[in-house]
């Protein structure tokens, strides 16, 4: 049998992250974890129950629910992929909204969320078999990750994606407001000073930016099958 690895997909928002890591994890059987989800799930939890809202944050609250908080990845009702499940209830289709994502990076930058978040990212690619996308899953949380990749795009097409994607499900949100939160959340990932979005220096490097998401799969199918038939 092929041994597992663990393969990382960090970048900026909407750079396709989540869809390639989705369709590499189908084709090779492995789990995909989209760790972005953990944190809009604790700041959904957060927004339900006010301990954030614009300008304010009770972090002392949010901490102490923290430890009692089951946050996990269950299989779900709405794809084949595992889904965000707080107290057992999945959120996956919560987490999305405007409203999370203008405040999901304040509570990111939290040093004890993060602390806790990569406890549970570790608890899930203990056995490998695993891609995980994020910010710091090459650099943080699993440094020796066998494959690592960096997704990168202007803010602009970034945005466009977003837009696209979000507007099926709130017809009144404007493109203006979505690129203003890309590049809010952006400046709020890279600038924070605990385990900030940056490129793993053994990762590569694509820019996603006139790549169809075949030739973007193509390419990163090949680093793969380089990386397997070089570890069996
Ligand atoms: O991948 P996403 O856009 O759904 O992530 C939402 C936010 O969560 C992102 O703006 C920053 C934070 N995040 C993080 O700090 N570390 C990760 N590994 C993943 C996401």
New binding site residues.
Partial sequence: MAKKIIITIDGT?STGKSTLAKRIAKKLGYLYID???M??ALTYYAISNNIISKGFINKEVLINDLSKLEIDFRKGSLSECLEIHLDGLSVENKIRSLKVSDL??QL?AIDEVRTHMVKIQHSLGQNKGVVMD????GTVVFPKAELKFFLEASAETRAKRRFDELKIIDKEISYEEVFKNINL?DFQ?INRSNSPLKKASDAVLINTENLSLVELENEISNHISLVLSNSL
């Fill in positions: 928002s760790s972005g989800a944190y809009r999901v990076s990111a994020g910010r710091d899953i959340r990932d």
